[in-house]
């Protein structure tokens, strides 16, 4: 079936410095990867659409220069929060979507990623 | 904004019982779809429906969509230890009947089920 990884599951860091993490679509070719963030004991918010080889599309109230997203192949797209503070600590969550039916789902079922712990003391 | 609201918030039933968890959405939709989340791990999707469907099934699972009350429900029958989680509801906007992928997700559904 369709599998989306991240990478890295948890990390820990201090303010003011920058966190990457990758998603990558591990059996499909992602033309769509969405970023997502979960506080504790909330839902999920999007916060922007990433596509392979153009710029992503951020929802409102969500800071572009802050957290830095490259969709460089069909399989990888990466979110960097920069200067990383307390309050973007968060679970950071990546889904992957493919127009095509995979595993005899519907093609638009997106498949998500385990999701990234971040903390920032 | 969240569009998706979810009742109730927080469901305790005894293994063997059905679940019934609610959704509600405020615009037009191409699809919505149910998915599962553990604490703690990534999303796990369930099911989807789409706008032109009413029902739908899938094992243990029993979904309905009423467009005309913007409203969804999943059902899930003789449940079991292992379906405590939480669960959301997340609708996929009709954009000029164009879906995007981008989904709106509900506040979602603590399930708990005692063994």
């Known amino acids: 079936g369709a599998v989306v990884s991240q990478h890295p599951s948890r990390v820990i860091c201090k303010s003011g410095t920058s966190v990457k993490i990758e998603c990558r679509s591990l059996?499909?070719?992602?033309?769509?990867m969405f970023w997502y963030r979960q506080f504790p004991k909330q839902s999920l918010m999007l916060m922007a659409t990433?596509?392979?080889?153009?710029?992503?599309?951020?929802e409102q109230g969500v800071e572009k220069d802050k957290f830095l997203i490259n969709h460089a192949s069909l399989t990888l797209s990466t979110l960097t929060v920069t200067s990383a503070h307390p309050e973007d600590s968060s679970f950071y969550i990546c889904?992957?979507?493919?127009?095509?039916?995979?595993?005899?789902?519907?093609?638009?079922?997106?498949?998500f990623g385990p999701g990234t712990r971040l903390l920032v003391l | 904004s969240q569009q998706g609201e979810e009742d109730p918030q927080a469901l305790s039933i005894q293994e063997g019982e059905n679940a019934t968890m609610n959704c509600s959405y405020k615009?037009?939709?191409?699809?919505l779809q149910w998915y599962r989340q553990n604490s703690g791990r990534g999303l796990v999707h369930l099911i989807l429906i789409r706008s032109n469907e009413r029902e739908k099934h899938s094992g243990r699972l029993r979904v309905t969509l009423d467009t005309s009350k913007k409203s969804s429900s999943l059902l899930i029958t003789a449940s079991r230890a292992a379906d405590t989680a939480s669960y959301f509801c997340a609708t996929d906007a009709n954009a000029g009947g164009t879906s995007y992928g981008k989904l709106t997700f509900g506040q979602g559904t603590i399930l708990t089920v005692h063994p």
């Open positions: 059996d499909f070719q992602a033309t769509t």
């Open positions: 889904s992957a979507r493919d127009g095509r039916a995979l595993a005899g789902g519907p093609r638009e079922t997106q498949y």
């Open positions: 615009t037009s939709i191409n699809n």
């Open positions: 990433s596509n392979e080889g153009s710029k992503a599309t951020y």
